[in-house]
């Protein structure tokens, strides 16, 4: 089971973290990472952690602002969210899988159950 919690509503240029809590697998041992879907658009990925979080891996859209990390003792994965713009708004998603680290939708068979970013301007 995975447990995304943090988004809220953050004026542009602000800040978030999200939080995705993992339970029920032998989390240090997979895959785990972001998505999101804007209303209207299909779901995209926003950046993916390696098991030991030796490997990152992000959409170009958000290099440079948002970080991924994750904390294998306490089962959680984190998404720094920085200097967020409108574009940024959406549902995001946390998600997994084993190897490797990718972003490709198709890939990933569990899903959590997504938090909601609103970025005003």
């Known amino acids: 089971q995975l447990q995304a919690s943090g988004g809220g509503l953050v004026q542009v240029g602000g800040s978030l973290r999200l939080s995705c809590v993992a339970s029920g697998f032998a989390f240090d041992y997979y895959v785990i990472s972001w998505f999101r879907q804007a209303p209207g658009k299909e779901r995209e990925g926003v950046a993916s952690?390696?098991?030991?979080?030796?490997?990152?891996v992000y959409a170009e859209s958000v290099k440079g602002r948002f970080t991924i990390s994750r904390d294998n003792a306490k089962n959680t994965v984190y998404l720094q969210m920085n200097t967020l713009k409108p574009e940024d708004t959406a549902v995001y998603y946390c998600?997994?899988?084993?190897?490797?680290?990718?972003?490709?939708?198709?890939?990933?068979?569990?899903w959590g159950q997504g938090t909601l970013v609103t970025v005003s301007s």
């Open positions: 998600a997994t899988k084993r190897v490797p680290t990718g972003l490709a939708t198709n890939e990933y068979d569990y």
């Open positions: 952690i390696s098991h030991s979080g030796s490997m990152t």
